[in-house]
């Protein structure tokens, strides 16, 4: 967290305040907030978010917020200096309700990727490819993200996917810079990311609400996903046959075959 609050305090265009927004209730995290309200230039402010959950933190971070344009920061995530005065100065410019940054993904340990947003997405094209608009490389005027509803906790995956839908079909417009002013971290352990029957429930959910409106490549993709998660996790013999057969119908019996010889 230290990392991302000192690459909050490089920015070339300083931020009027920074809160911090805490679910686990932790006198660590309110010792770091405490010295950095002290040493910073601009105010930082600590919340409890006691309902817990990422949606439910950034909402009550957004709701707190005085400022027109909120930009949200995980803790293992990283802003680059130019990250504020770039996507806030290309908002006016445009005259645009969102701006999304492009980012260095950290896929692993060892593997660093540029990624960036397409331009000219409408909610039924956002929805034919996972994007790249993450919780961290994004501003959004704050009176559109109460519009919005800001993020849906009943979401638990694919929440950014999820939000950035739902702020198109609000008809907020967006702009992209493309340069990779965040970074995206890899985590060793990262618990949303572990293939859990918590994932596959996620899935399903994400599925379920807007799967009709996807191609039929990425709901094939989401959907094999989320049935090789639960087939990991059955004990039940007859259950991981039922799983198996829908793989094969969702893959294809040649595409899972190689599927299975190239493990």
């Known amino acids: 967290m230290r990392e991302s609050i000192a690459s909050v305090a490089a920015q070339t265009l300083q931020p009027a305040e920074l809160l911090i927004v805490d679910d686990a209730n932790d006198p660590a995290t ?27 933190s950034r909402n009550k971070g957004a709701q707190a917020a005085t400022g027109q ?28 309700g969102l701006v999304i940054s492009g980012l260095l993904h950290h896929e692993d340990e060892h593997s660093v990727k540029p990624r960036a947003q397409l331009t000219g997405l409408t909610a039924d094209t956002a929805l034919q490819q996972n994007g ?10 704050r009176a559109a993200y109460h519009r919005v509803g800001g993020f849906d906790p009943a979401v638990t995956v694919f929440n950014d996917w999820d939000f950035f839908v739902r702020v198109l079909d609000a008809g907020v417009t967006y702009a992209v810079d493309p340069e990779p002013l965040a970074e995206w971290r890899f985590h060793p352990g990262d618990r949303i990311a572990t293939p859990s029957l ?18 039929k490549q990425v709901w094939r993709d989401l959907e094999t996903t989320m049935l090789g998660i639960r087939r990991i996790h059955t004990k039940s013999r007859f ?5 198996s057969a829908q793989l094969v119908r969702a893959h294809g019996p040649v595409r899972y075959l190689k599927r299975i010889l190239h493990r």
């Open 198 to 215: 918590r994932r596959a429930a996620g899935i399903g959910f994400f599925l379920d609400r807007h799967g009709k409106r996807m191609s």
């Open 132 to 141: 790249s608009m993450t919780g961290s490389n994004f501003v959004i005027d």
């Open 69 to 96: 344009w909120v930009g949200f920061l995980d803790d293992d995530d990283l802003w680059h200096p130019p990250f504020l005065e770039r996507l806030v100065g290309l908002a006016g410019q445009k005259r645009v």
């Open 239 to 243: 259950e991981k046959l039922i799983l």
């Open 30 to 56: 309110q010792a770091v907030v405490a010295e950095a309200d002290a040493r910073l230039p601009f105010a930082v402010r600590y919340i409890a978010n006691d309902a817990g959950g990422v949606c439910h």
